[in-house]
């Protein structure tokens, strides 16, 4: 009988722990700069910073479907 082999994924990524730093850095600044604490970082930092994040993410689902 022929066995059936299961693809594993590798659980080394390229952009999974980049993306989680990134939405943890993220998250971490937009919520100091709410409370009062990071005022001077100008809005656009956050707006790039979120915009970044969410390529990032795009690239990590690509690299997961294309295994």
Request: glycine residues 14%; hydrophobic residues 50%.
């Amino acid at each position: 009988m022929a066995e059936k082999r299961k693809k594993r994924r590798s659980s080394s990524s390229l952009f999974g722990k980049p993306l989680l730093g990134l939405v943890g850095l993220t998250l971490a600044l937009y919520l100091l700069r709410g409370w009062g604490i990071i005022t001077f970082l100008p809005g656009g930092i956050f707006l790039g910073m979120a915009a970044l994040t969410v390529f990032v993410a795009l690239l990590y689902g690509w690299e997961l479907t294309s295994r």
